[in-house]
């Protein structure tokens, strides 16, 4: 707006100096002259400007698809991209979800038993040692009605429902490692709440087997019994069509298994792997992702993962 209002003014300041001197009029030519040179330095004033923002958004690696970055994160867009390889999952096709009843009708048979809730491509990852180096796509568990909120406010576990536990089982298989308050978010929606009460989290957590929990000074999470956090080396990149999670409900092995396959291609400075990372789990950079990058990369250093070089780049270990 600066530079469009300093041309405008020097057109503005041209027209009316050669009227003053057509008109021979001094006071008219003085008035023209104060135009051109306001419209002047208002121009030269804002292109300074662009030219400063252009140098600062230069130096910082915040994600733009307009520049066309890699949707998986190899580094900033003056590095070479490697070849992506071939996704060996097929598309699923977007089923809509049918609205929320307001009453409930029983399932007219059980629930079938945990494993096999989840997707066929997840069931199969987790046969061929569990995930891929490259990360897998994230999917969620389903979002279908399983019964009323009086499900979740039973005064006794003996008189807990078991499609409740069921419920909590299959989510932890499908999204696990899972942030606990997410966990009971995602198994209350399915009964109708969309603010658990107290008594009902402690309804849904109470479902949670006590070797499933993890407690990190990143937060709690349940695992699925198949994964073993010191060994896990898996992640679940954020597929274009599904909405991302929040930074603070991502564990932070998964962090660590991200950044270090970051750091497997190349090594990277700091802002490379924030940036990189970021992008894996469809982010952009912020304070509070910043941090929780920075912790866990601090994490990876620790327990042998990556190492610092003396020039302060990071690179992969295992």
């Given at each position: 707006?600066?530079?469009?209002?300093?041309?405008?003014?020097?057109?503005?300041?041209?027209?009316?100096?050669?009227?003053?001197?057509?008109?021979?009029?001094?006071?008219?030519?003085?008035?023209?002259?104060?135009?051109?040179?306001?419209?002047?330095?208002?121009?030269?004033?804002?292109?300074?400007?662009?030219?400063?923002?252009?140098?600062?958004?230069?130096?910082?690696?915040?994600?733009?698809?307009?520049?066309?970055?890699?949707?998986?994160?190899?580094?900033?867009?003056?590095?070479?991209?490697?070849?992506?390889?071939?996704?060996?999952?097929?598309?699923?096709?977007?089923?809509?979800?049918?609205?929320?009843?307001?009453?409930?009708?029983?399932?007219?048979?059980?629930?079938?038993?945990?494993?096999?809730?989840?997707?066929?491509?997840?069931?199969?990852?987790?046969?061929?040692?569990?995930?891929?180096?490259?990360?897998?796509?994230?999917?969620?568990?389903?979002?279908?009605?399983?019964?009323?909120?009086?499900?979740?406010?039973?005064?006794?576990?003996?008189?807990?429902p078991l499609r409740v536990r069921d419920a909590v089982r299959e989510t932890?298989?499908?999204?696990?490692?899972?942030?606990?308050?997410?966990?009971?978010?995602?198994?209350?929606?399915?009964?109708?709440?969309?603010?658990?009460?107290?008594?009902?989290?402690?309804?849904?957590?109470?479902?949670v087997p006590e070797s499933l929990m993890r407690a990190t000074s990143l937060g709690v999470f349940a695992w699925p019994s198949?994964?073993?956090?010191?060994?896990?080396?898996?992640?679940?990149?954020?597929?274009?069509?599904?909405?991302?999670?929040?930074?603070?409900?991502?564990?932070?092995?998964?962090?660590?298994?991200?950044?270090?396959?970051?750091?497997?291609?190349?090594?990277?400075?700091?802002?490379?792997?924030?940036?990189?990372?970021?992008?894996?789990?469809?982010?952009?950079?912020?304070?509070?992702?910043?941090?929780?990058?920075?912790?866990?990369?601090?994490?990876?250093?620790?327990?042998?993962?990556?190492?610092?070089?003396?020039?302060?780049?990071?690179?992969?270990?295992?």
């Open positions: 707006m600066g530079l469009l209002a300093g041309v405008f003014g020097v057109l503005l300041g041209a027209t009316g100096y050669f009227s003053g001197i057509g008109n021979a009029s001094t006071a008219e030519i003085v008035l023209a002259v104060g135009f051109l040179v306001a419209g002047t330095a208002l121009a030269g004033v804002s292109i300074w400007q662009l030219v400063v923002s252009d140098r600062h958004k230069r130096r910082t690696f915040t994600h733009d698809s307009k520049r066309g970055v890699h949707p998986y994160g190899y580094g900033p867009p003056s590095q070479p991209r490697p070849e992506t390889p071939a996704n060996p999952y097929p598309q699923v096709p977007y089923l809509p979800q049918a609205s929320p009843q307001l009453h409930y009708t029983p399932p007219s048979a059980p629930i079938a038993p945990t494993v096999a809730q989840a997707p066929d491509w997840q069931t199969r990852t987790r046969t061929a040692h569990h995930w891929l180096p490259t990360g897998i796509p994230y999917a969620s568990a389903p979002t279908s009605v399983l019964g009323s909120p009086a499900d979740l406010d039973r005064d006794s576990s003996a008189t807990i932890v298989a499908i999204e696990g490692p899972i942030e606990r308050n997410q966990l009971v978010a995602r198994v209350a929606q399915r009964f109708g709440v969309h603010k658990p009460s107290e008594k009902q989290q402690i309804c849904v957590l109470g479902e198949d994964l073993d956090p010191a060994t896990w080396r898996g992640f679940r990149f954020t597929p274009p069509t599904v909405s991302p999670r929040t930074i603070d409900t991502i564990c932070a092995e998964e962090i660590v298994n991200a950044i270090t396959q970051v750091a497997h291609r190349n090594r990277c400075t700091f802002d490379e792997i924030v940036w990189a990372t970021l992008t894996q789990f469809g982010h952009e950079r912020t304070g509070a992702a910043e941090d929780r990058i920075e912790a866990c990369l601090t994490a990876a250093v620790r327990r042998g993962r990556l190492a610092r070089d003396p020039d302060g780049r990071y690179r992969a270990l295992t």
